[in-house]
């Protein structure tokens, strides 16, 4: 417009209008005009041109060699946000500042100032655009707010056709970098009611010229992101898809997925394009951060969940492109979505495939890795206090669940919890004696999201993708586990523990912040003792000592671990120390290990009978006619508890199915693959035999066992089961009882002692929280993965042997050509267990030194 066209509009300033940027325009007083039409053409103009100061302020004329110093193509210009801008407008358009014509060189700025002038024209001179402005109008869909599949390919086909992308950059970018905007696009379409269809059949689907016309007349200019206070209350007042979010199921939304999914297909392999996206995600992050934060937007609008749907359908999300700026302020939105929202989350994409599972993980390990590896963590520069890292670490999570959710789930066959609570400490504790309440009186913590969700980890046969893939190796390198325990303990909202997140740490990790759990329990129970000497005036042991006879070793500590059991089963959190009767020696560990190894192979004997030993599998059971009292089941759980309280292996050979009947979880017919392999392919095949079960093969509902002498045993897994045969309709309840009373009921006495004893040690330990069944197996019996090379690095030399001493040489030459079980030997005979301990033999501490100044020979 040249200065004589602005002559010739020049009218009254506008009363208070929506700017924009969302913002409202203020109010100046005016003198009245006794025309309401003439008022009326000069409030449209007076908008005309405060859009056009607006637009040059945020996009430019496109002149590369502007002088306007008021203009974004200008050399120097400060680029401000559309909030900033579109108050400049105003005070630009008070003092009738400079406006630049749009230069040819900038390609759709001239149609948005056809448009605009197609606008003012109307208002100006009360007449209808022809179709070449409406044309105009619609290339460059000022007008679209929202995204439907359609619009996008319609934006699409004109831009190509045009070789011409910005109008569709243009319009990525105003509604992807809207909340409210995105929060509106890509919904699915409801059905139509028999009602709709009907009056729709009655109705041409083309609409007349005349209301294409009158749409394209009413369409407004592009109308920014307000700020984040006014995006909130957009979204919370009268939101249409408030209404759709009710009658959605808890897993569902009312994005089109699969249309994101085309959509985004479509348009990443364009590189301008998709930097529409990168930039609108980096303007759109902080306003969601704030509506969430500040503004509780998603308990008004649960359809706010729509724009994370969106968002992370963008499989360019871990490009490096993004890592930098866009995913780590995304994150930090996304982190601070309310439990309902993540449980949702989590819901929904639970149903995605593993494919799409792994994308989403790649995406947050990716930013978790790049944060790692492009810092300095140490202990003063801490990984827990960076906020990508952080933030990545908590959407893992909820991916994490939806992993778990995905997979195999077994929810209902959960153990009974005990009928008698444990015993509780007769002595006074530390807290206690200063006045303050027990702190996790109540037992181990839940995470949040399981008890959203109403499942445990635990409950998950097989996930979508494996576990292993949610841990980051580099993330467990630079984090300073001890602080990152005491992180755990205090729970402080300013502080981010990692083992609230035990997902992405190794077993290696894991069972560091189970030792300095331990251990600080340990020394407080050394504490309570001393206090309470203080207290009632008599002097109290602050180990846990035993002391026992190598030839009545099992009856000497079950008879001492019982008492204590009874008496103050507090104690059997206190270290450990054994000492040998007639024996002189200081337990620094070795005593209590070889204590350990003496125990599990007495108890294990099969000659003893409390448990039965599987020559095929190599691994032992709980003996259902077994003539030894619970006590001695007692006391082996206490024992597998106080080795892991203790740091210690064993040599013992369970079933995977104990340790998850441990975690809560009963045996079920999938567990009789390992535990019992052959009744488990027999009851197999009768599940798969294709015909006459009852014909064929007369089973009835009554089994057989042998007792501790070899005699037969008759049970009914149905009333009167030896009346009841097994058909084809019901065999899938007889495979089911039978593993059920298999593992379950013909074991229960044992078991539950066992459990017992175990959880006497370990009750209040976060080891239910933070290990998985598969991983309380590898603290108890270490890992089958023999790495010698791992141990020759790690091994010290003491007495005047060094690495390069011929013998030694000679020594792990010899080793190393042993084959595995001559291996095997070796480890068992030198550790107390063929197994390596958790984070390989790389762990295991040996050192080799010379027995006596005068000799070659050596000692380990």
Request: some cysteine.
């Amino acid at each position: 417009m040249n200065s004589d066209e602005k002559e010739d509009c020049e009218c009254a300033p506008p009363q208070a209008e929506t700017s924009p940027a969302g913002g409202p325009y203020r109010e100046y007083e005016e003198p009245e005009i006794e025309n309401p039409e003439a008022s009326r053409m000069k409030r449209a103009a007076a908008k005309h041109l405060i859009e056009r100061y607006y637009h040059q302020l945020t996009e430019g004329c496109g002149n590369e060699s502007c002088s306007n110093s008021w203009c974004a193509s200008s050399v120097g210009f400060n680029r401000m946000d559309n909030n900033a801008a579109a108050v400049k407008a105003l005070e630009l358009y008070k003092v009738n500042a400079k406006l630049c014509d749009p230069h040819p060189s900038k390609k759709g700025t001239a149609s948005t100032y056809l448009e605009s002038s197609a606008h003012s024209n109307s208002a100006c001179g009360n007449r209808k655009l022809n179709h070449k402005d409406v044309h105009s109008v619609r290339d460059n869909f000022k007008d679209v707010n929202y995204l439907t599949e359609e619009k996008v390919y319609e934006i699409l086909d004109i831009c190509g056709e045009k070789e011409d992308y910005s109008p569709l950059i243009r319009v990525i970018g105003r509604v992807f970098s809207s909340a409210e905007g995105l929060v509106q696009s890509f919904r699915r379409s409801k059905p139509h009611t028999k009602e709709e269809l009907k009056s729709l059949q009655g109705k041409d689907e083309d609409k007349d010229e005349d209301e294409k016309e009158a749409a394209a007349c009413s369409a407004t200019a592009m109308e920014e992101d307000s700020p984040a206070s006014s995006s909130s209350s957009r979204l919370g007042e009268g939101s249409s898809g408030e209404n759709d979010v009710q009658k959605l199921a808890p897993d569902e939304v009312s994005v089109d997925i699969e249309a994101v999914r085309r959509v985004y297909e479509r348009l990443l392999s364009n590189e301008k394009i998709e930097a529409a996206f990168l930039n609108a995600l980096v303007y759109l992050s902080p306003n969601v951060e704030c509506d969430l934060t500040y503004h509780n937007v998603y308990s008004r609008d649960p359809n706010y969940l729509n724009l994370f749907v969106i968002v992370m359908e963008n499989s360019n999300l871990h490009s490096p492109e993004y890592l930098e700026i866009a995913l780590p302020q995304f994150c930090k939105a996304m982190s601070k979505l309310p439990l309902a929202a993540q449980a949702k989350l989590a819901s929904l994409w639970s149903h995605y495939s593993a494919g799409q599972i792994r994308r989403m993980v790649e995406t947050f390990q990716q930013l978790i890795t790049y944060k790692v590896i492009s810092n300095e963590f140490n202990s003063r520069n801490l990984v827990n206090d960076d906020d990508a890292v952080v933030a990545a670490t908590k959407c893992l999570k909820i991916v994490y669940y939806a992993n778990v959710l995905g997979g195999d789930l077994d929810v209902e066959h959960n153990e009974d919890e005990d009928e008698e609570p444990i015993p509780e400490s007769s002595e006074l504790t530390l807290q206690e004696l200063l006045g303050e309440e027990r702190r996790n009186k109540k037992g181990p913590r839940v995470d949040p999201v399981e008890t959203e969700l109403g499942i445990r980890t635990n409950d998950c046969r097989r996930p979508l993708i494996v576990f292993e893939e949610f841990v980051n190796e580099p993330l467990n390198e630079v984090l300073e586990m001890d602080k990152d325990y005491t992180f755990f303990k205090v729970e402080t909202e300013n502080k981010f523990s990692f083992m609230t997140c035990p997902f992405i740490l190794n077993p290696v990790t894991k069972n560091l912040g189970l030792y300095y759990d331990n251990r600080i329990r340990m020394y407080s129970e050394r504490r309570i003792t001393v206090l309470y000497s203080l207290v009632q005036g008599q002097q109290l042991n602050p180990y846990l000592r035993l002391k026992v006879r190598r030839d009545h070793i099992i009856d000497d500590a079950l008879v001492r671990l019982e008492m204590i059991a009874m008496e103050n089963p507090a104690d059997l959190k206190k270290q450990l120390y054994v000492e040998f009767e007639g024996e002189q020696g200081v337990d620094e560990g070795g005593v209590s290990k070889e204590f350990f190894q003496l125990v599990v192979e007495e108890i294990f004997n099969p000659d003893i009978g409390m448990f039965t030993y599987d020559e095929r599998t190599k691994l032992f059971w709980f003996n259902s006619s077994s003539l030894e009292n619970e006590g001695q089941y007692t006391l082996i759980g206490i024992v597998l508890g106080l080795a892991i309280y203790n740091n210690c292996i064993l040599d013992v050979h369970f079933p995977m199915v104990v340790y998850r009947k441990l975690m809560g979880k009963k045996g079920t017919f999938r567990d009789l693959a390992d535990a019992n392999p052959v009744l488990y392919q027999s009851l197999k095949e009768l599940l798969e035999y294709e015909g006459s079960v009852e014909e064929d093969m007369m089973i009835t509902f009554q089994i057989s066992q042998t007792d501790l002498f070899g005699n037969p045993l008759m049970y009914d897994l149905r009333e009167n089961g030896d009346k009841i045969p097994v058909t084809n309709e019901n065999r899938k309840e007889f495979v089911a009882q039978y593993a059920e009373y298999m593992l379950n009921k013909s074991v229960e006495k044992q078991f539950k002692a066992f459990r017992r004893g175990f959880h006497m040690v370990t009750n209040e330990s976060p080891l239910k929280y933070l290990f998985r069944p598969e991983e309380i197996e590898l603290l108890i019996c270490g890992s089958r993965n023999l790495d010698f090379l791992a141990l020759e690095e790690t091994t010290e030399y003491d007495g005047g042997y060094n690495r390069d001493s011929r013998i030694i040489k000679e020594f792990w030459e010899t080793l190393h050509s042993f084959g595995e079980e001559q291996k095997r030997f070796f480890l068992q005979f030198t550790t107390g267990t063929d197994r390596a301990p958790v984070g390989g033999l790389g762990k295991l501490k040996m050192i080799i030194a010379k027995n006596g100044p005068d000799t070659d020979r050596f000692t380990m």
